[in-house]
């Protein structure tokens, strides 16, 4: 079974849920799943929060369903009894943390200084939500985590947005982005679901930021290679040779030998490969992984580049890490 924390990475993005009304949680999962985001976090700032998880996971019953604003153990122990499969909070409880350790229960307690965050590493937990993010110094905050802490991964809500949620989705301790901008009360109260599946679909769209940045050029040797470059020189495209290949500025690819793709090659840039992988995964798309480039050390998370197993109007499409 995938590890919870890899399915938290590849949503991306966890709805955090107030709902008054247990009776519209089934409809409010459906929307959700149709929009691409299969989770929740359902907080227990509402009477009816447990009653909603359990209404969710029945009517959604492959969704990733958790608790939020989990502020005590009694709350905790009541959300995994309705079937929580996370307790997320809002600031750090030494005792639901505890309590989450010895029980098993994946947790996410709620972090927004250094000290927060010692205090969780100290008990063993390193995937911390940021609230409230946006006022904390978003994005660059938790770049600035990532040099004391890099054993730590954040899912950072308050504020996020539309707007906002590539910029945090390409930061490699990012392990997920949460809010409720795609639930709001009147949504959910006005029943709007295929607003809602638009709104994820939007989110979804916008935090991976697929875009293309260089096409390749298959030639068939290295000659006719330098040929196509010089070619390319006329439009003041500047030649740079790698080992396998020249670039014509940086839009341009010409592959010397065994350039994939019927026609060429596509460089489709994303915010996260992994994440886009698990995106494209029910369309049919696997990764090649024998082209596998890491950021970092070989075979070691996150990905760089990876070329997909099937073709796209005749085109090869490698990923590219933001
Ligand atoms: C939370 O509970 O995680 C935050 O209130 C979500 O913040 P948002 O409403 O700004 O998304």
Same mark, same amino acid.
């Given at each position: 079974?995938?590890?919870?924390?890899?399915?938290?990475?590849?949503?991306?993005?966890?709805?955090?849920?107030?709902?008054?009304?247990?009776?519209? *949680? *089934?409809?409010?999962?459906?929307? &959700?799943?149709?929009?691409?985001?299969?989770?929740?976090?359902?907080?227990? +700032? #509402?009477?009816?929060?447990?009653?909603?998880?359990?209404?969710?996971?029945?009517?959604?019953?492959?969704?990733?369903?958790?608790? =939020?604003?989990?502020?005590?153990?009694?709350?905790?122990?009541?959300?995994? /009894? *309705?079937? !929580? /499969?996370?307790?997320?909070?809002?600031?750090? %409880?030494?005792?639901?943390?505890?309590?989450?350790?010895?029980? %098993?229960?994946?947790?996410?307690?709620?972090?927004?200084?250094?000290?927060?965050?010692?205090?969780?590493?100290?008990?063993?937990?390193?995937? &911390?939500?940021? $609230?409230?993010?946006? +006022? /904390?110094?978003?994005?660059?905050?938790?770049?600035? $985590?990532?040099?004391? $802490?890099?054993?730590?991964?954040?899912?950072?809500?308050?504020?996020?947005?539309?707007?906002?949620? =590539?910029?945090?989705?390409?930061?490699?301790?990012?392990?997920?982005?949460?809010?409720?901008?795609?639930?709001?009360?009147?949504?959910?109260?006005?029943? /709007?679901?295929?607003?809602?599946?638009?709104?994820?679909?939007?989110?979804?769209? *916008?935090?991976?930021?697929?875009?293309?940045?260089?096409?390749?050029?298959? @030639?068939?040797?290295?000659?006719?290679?330098?040929?196509?470059?010089?070619?390319?020189? &006329?439009?003041? $495209? @500047?030649?740079?040779?790698?080992?396998?290949?020249?670039?014509?500025?940086?839009?341009?690819?010409?592959?010397?030998?065994?350039?994939?793709? #019927?026609? =060429?090659?596509?460089?489709?840039?994303?915010?996260?490969?992994? +994440?886009? &992988?698990?995106?494209?995964?029910?369309?049919?798309f696997?990764p090649?992984?024998?082209? !596998?480039?890491?950021?970092?050390?070989?075979?070691?998370?996150?990905?760089?580049?990876?070329y997909l197993d099937k073709?796209?109007?005749?085109?090869?499409i490698?990923?590219?890490?933001?």
């Amino acid at each position: 079974m995938a590890d919870i924390y890899d399915t938290f990475r590849d949503i991306g993005i966890i709805p955090v849920v107030a709902i008054e009304d247990a009776s519209k *949680a *089934a409809d409010l999962a459906h929307a &959700l799943v149709k929009g691409g985001l299969p989770a929740s976090e359902v907080t227990f +700032r #509402t009477a009816c929060a447990a009653e909603a998880i359990e209404a969710m996971i029945k009517a959604e019953p492959n969704m990733l369903v958790g608790a =939020g604003t989990v502020l005590n153990v009694e709350q905790a122990e009541r959300a995994v /009894k *309705a079937g !929580a /499969k996370f307790i997320v909070s809002p600031g750090y %409880n030494p005792d639901v943390v505890d309590w989450c350790i010895k029980n %098993n229960i994946p947790t996410m307690p709620g972090i927004s200084n250094p000290s927060e965050i010692t205090a969780c590493i100290n008990k063993g937990v390193t995937h &911390l939500k940021l $609230f409230p993010a946006e +006022r /904390k110094g978003g994005y660059k905050i938790i770049d600035d $985590f990532g040099g004391p $802490f890099p054993q730590c991964t954040f899912m950072p809500t308050g504020g996020v947005t539309t707007e906002n949620v =590539g910029e945090y989705a390409k930061r490699k301790n990012i392990l997920c982005m949460g809010g409720t901008w795609m639930v709001k009360k009147p949504l959910i109260e006005g029943e /709007k679901w295929d607003e809602i599946t638009q709104i994820c679909k939007d989110a979804v769209k *916008a935090m991976h930021n697929f875009h293309i940045d260089h096409m390749g050029i298959n @030639a068939k040797n290295e000659e006719e290679a330098k040929e196509i470059a010089k070619q390319f020189e &006329l439009f003041g $495209f @500047a030649s740079k040779f790698g080992n396998s290949s020249i670039f014509a500025s940086e839009q341009v690819e010409i592959m010397k030998q065994n350039g994939r793709g #019927t026609c =060429g090659h596509i460089s489709m840039v994303c915010n996260n490969v992994e +994440r886009a &992988l698990a995106f494209l995964k029910p369309y049919g798309f696997s990764p090649v992984m024998e082209t !596998a480039k890491w950021m970092g050390k070989e075979n070691a998370s996150p990905l760089k580049v990876v070329y997909l197993d099937k073709e796209v109007g005749g085109f090869a499409i490698h990923l590219k890490r933001a």
